[in-house]
């Protein structure tokens, strides 16, 4: 007997993680009957409408991609950051457990402090440096607190094929200037929007199966680790056969003034994630080589 697809919802459709949710899911849709909304078609900041969204779609899995993200914007914009990224996330919740359907949801390395240089695990303490920081910890403390079956996802330096991220910012930069200076004393792992996404699919896939993991707080992240600046030389090697790569020089945090405080240590240890999701991350040079593979490949056809 064949099962009948399950109805998913995937919020924040237009941003990097979003889009590449929405392709992923799409692509089979014996499992999965896809709606999507971006922030032109549902603000997170309407309650009402948030809320009439859910109970109109009837979601039996929810996809929250959707987030205040400018992480300097939002020193001055903490209102605005706190409703999407704390607000939004706790009536989505509300409106699951309701339902009786399982919240994805994804946060980020900058709810820790960044002290230390070990891995942060899920049972470590947080301690915000920034704005989206906290709204984004607020998001997390706003699901728990709802009896919604809910999976949350920490991730970090996200960027994709398409979309503003850090990848194309040094694209952008490398065609402009033959130096570039970039940040060398933050150590995390970038992960590609395709790789959190390929996991989001193997996870949902088993949900729907009846897999029924603890609800909770996961660290997914692609595995291994470098600096900005080490991305950055990787994002050049990459793209050397296009590119002449410029000249790169390390910088500390301290030269680099920005409007919001940026962690040191963004390490995320992904053991819960293996041992209790079986999910495992590519390399993050790998999961680079594919993205850089996709873009050569769309720039050459
Ligand atoms: N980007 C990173 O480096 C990073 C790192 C760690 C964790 N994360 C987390 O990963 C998740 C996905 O991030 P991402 O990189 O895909 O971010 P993104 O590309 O900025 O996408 C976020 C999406 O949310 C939308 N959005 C913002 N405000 C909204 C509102 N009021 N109502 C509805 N939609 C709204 C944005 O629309 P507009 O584009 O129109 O504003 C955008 O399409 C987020 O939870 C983020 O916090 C990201």
Known sequence: MSISPTRLLILGAGGQLGAELVRRFAADPASWSV??????QLDLT???ALRQAVRNHAPQILLNAAAYTAVDRAESEPELAHAVNATAPGI?????????????HYSTD???????TTPWRESD?????NVYGASK?????????TPARHLIFRTSWVYAAEGRNFLHTMLRLGRERSNLAIVD???GAPTSAEAIAAATLELALRLRSGFSPPSGVYHMTCSGETTWFGFASAIFAAFAAQLPPPALKPLASADYPTPARRPQNSRLDGTRLAETLGLRLPHWQDALAAVAASLLHTTAS
């Open 35 to 40: 709606a999507s909304l971006t922030r032109a």
């Open 46 to 48: 309407c309650e009402e």
């Open 92 to 104: 989505l919740a509300e409106e699951m457990a309701q339902l009786g359907g399982w919240l994805i």
């Open 110 to 116: 900058y709810v820790f402090d960044g002290s230390g």
């Open 125 to 129: 303490p947080t301690g915000p440096l």
């Open 137 to 145: 910890l607020a998001g997390e403390l706003a699901i728990a607190a």
């Open 185 to 187: 004393d933050q150590t």
